[in-house]
C-alpha cells in the first residue's frame, strides 16, 4: 500500500459521502437522508445551501492532505450535480474544508452521470501526462472503484479509506 501511495501525482475523489459527510436538517432540526423529487432537491439547496454542515470525514482529510503535502498531489472532486446551487454548496464546503488543496472551480469536476467518471480521469491524465498506476480514485461505489482499477489505476472505496487513515 505504502510503495502504491507514494506513486500517486493526483487523487480524484468522489464528493458525496467520500470527501464530505453529507448533513442535512430541515426547519425542525431532523436529519434528511435524501429527497425522491428533483424539484425538491433544488428547492432545498436553494433554501439551505444543502452542504453547509456538512464535513470532511477525519480519514479521508488526512489521506488527502499527506498526498498533497508529501507528494505534491494534485486533488480533484468528482460530483454529480443536478444544479449550480448544488455545485457552488460542494464546491465552497471543499475550499471550507480542505484548506488550500481546492482552490479554484476546476478543482471540482461535475457530470451528469457518475458512469463518466473514469473517462473524465483519463482524459485529465492524457491531458496531464499521468500515467494510469499515477492515479488515485477514491468512491464509495464499490462498481466505480472497480472500474478504475480494471482501467490501472489505484482506487480504494471511502471505508477502507476512513479505516486505514482515521
Given at each position: 500500500?505504502?510503495?502504491?501511495?507514494?506513486?500517486?501525482?493526483?487523487?480524484?475523489?468522489?464528493?458525496?459521502?467520500?470527501?464530505?459527510?453529507?448533513?442535512?436538517?430541515?426547519?425542525?432540526?431532523?436529519?434528511?437522508?435524501?429527497?425522491?423529487?428533483?424539484?425538491?432537491?433544488?428547492?432545498?439547496?436553494?433554501?439551505?445551501?444543502?452542504?453547509?454542515?456538512?464535513?470532511?470525514?477525519?480519514?479521508?482529510?488526512?489521506?488527502?492532505?499527506?498526498?498533497?503535502?508529501?507528494?505534491?498531489?494534485?486533488?480533484?472532486?468528482?460530483?454529480?450535480?443536478?444544479?449550480?446551487?448544488?455545485?457552488?454548496?460542494?464546491?465552497?464546503?471543499?475550499v471550507e474544508c480542505y484548506p488550500g488543496i481546492f482552490e479554484h472551480h476546476g478543482?471540482?469536476?461535475?457530470?451528469?452521470?457518475?458512469?463518466?467518471?473514469?473517462?473524465?480521469?483519463?482524459?485529465?491524465?492524457?491531458?496531464?501526462?499521468?500515467?494510469?498506476?499515477?492515479?488515485?480514485f477514491i468512491d464509495d461505489s464499490y462498481t466505480e472503484v472497480m472500474e478504475a482499477?480494471?482501467?490501472?489505476?489505484?482506487?480504494?472505496?471511502?471505508?477502507?479509506?476512513?479505516?486505514?487513515?482515521?
Open positions: 500500500m505504502q510503495d502504491k501511495l507514494k506513486k500517486v501525482k493526483v487523487v480524484f475523489g468522489d464528493v458525496d459521502n467520500t470527501l464530505l459527510c453529507l448533513k442535512m436538517y430541515d426547519d425542525d432540526g431532523k436529519r434528511i437522508v435524501g429527497f425522491e423529487d428533483a424539484n425538491d432537491w433544488l428547492k432545498y439547496n436553494i433554501n439551505y445551501n444543502a452542504y453547509i454542515k456538512c464535513v470532511a470525514p477525519r480519514g479521508m482529510k488526512n489521506l488527502i492532505e499527506a498526498l498533497h503535502r508529501e507528494n505534491g498531489a494534485k486533488v480533484y472532486g468528482l460530483t454529480e450535480c443536478s444544479n449550480s446551487f448544488e455545485y457552488n454548496s460542494k464546491f465552497h464546503r471543499l478543482d471540482l469536476i461535475s457530470t451528469d452521470s457518475r458512469h463518466k467518471k473514469i473517462m473524465i480521469m483519463k482524459m485529465i491524465a492524457e491531458r496531464d501526462g499521468y500515467k494510469m498506476d499515477e492515479i488515485l482499477f480494471g482501467a490501472g489505476m489505484f482506487a480504494m472505496h471511502t471505508t477502507e479509506v476512513l479505516e486505514r487513515f482515521a
